[in-house]
């Protein structure tokens, strides 16, 4: 079974920009391209940044980008402000969904 | 106003069983595909299952497969989780979540706030 594998954490300044990873094992499919990513604060329900890799929904800020490339997608935050602060998970979906172990971002 | 709206939660002994709700409003339930995902305390998110729009397609985490049913009920609005057999490791908060649907693919825009399940003796 596939695995989605992320960095425990990472840390940035205010104005800097970040970038999480989500690596995933190939599987029998050929990999995934369906990636999305979510923001999560403590107590509350996840919120969709990005989907399909690169898209993002309505409302959501600009400085939230995705890409991917070959088996690794990654979440980049430009513009680092405190209010994102938050876990960040990776998802991907073929004919099921499986989720990344989270990242926590800190601000420094 | 759209929203997602979970319920059922509650203290179950292992081996016992307990049947979750979601109630959805401000949208056309009959039209997303819908999933339940979990989060045991402290931990990460786990997809645990989704059903289609008629409910004819239904898949399953290997770790709750044989022992949860999911089920809608487009009527009432409503998306269920029975839940059978329960352990310890199914402690979690249980999220309802809806599919972003069209040419969205397995990503989950709508959220409910959660609902705790807790197992324990």
């Known amino acids: 079974q596939s695995a989605l594998t992320q960095p425990a954490s990472v840390s940035g300044s205010p104005g800097q920009s970040i970038t999480i990873s989500c690596t995933g094992t190939t599987s029998d499919d050929g990999g995934y391209d369906y990636v999305s990513w979510y923001q999560q604060y403590p107590g509350k329900a996840p919120k969709l940044m990005i989907y399909?890799?690169?898209n993002r929904p309505s409302g959501v800020s600009t400085r939230f980008s995705g890409s991917k490339s070959g088996n690794t997608a990654s979440l980049t935050i430009s513009g680092l402000q405190a209010e994102d602060e938050a876990y960040y998970y990776c998802s991907s979906y073929t004919s099921t969904s499986l989720f990344g172990g989270g990242t926590k971002l800190t601000v420094l | 106003q759209v929203q997602l709206v979970e319920s059922g939660g509650g203290l179950v002994k292992p081996g016992g069983s307990l049947r979750l709700s979601c109630a959805a409003s401000g949208f056309t339930f009959s039209d997303y595909y819908m999933s339940w995902i979990r989060q045991a305390p402290g931990k990460g998110l786990e997809w645990v299952s989704y059903i289609s729009t008629s409910g004819s397609t239904i898949h399953y985490a290997d770790s709750v497969k044989g022992r949860f049913t999911i089920s809608r009920d487009s009527a009432k609005r409503s998306l269920y989780l029975q839940m059978n057999s329960l352990s310890a490791e199914d402690t979690a908060v249980y999220y309802c979540a809806r599919d972003c649907g069209g040419d969205c693919y397995g990503a989950f825009d709508l959220w409910g706030q959660g609902t705790m399940v807790t197992v324990s003796s």
């Open positions: 399909d890799v690169s």
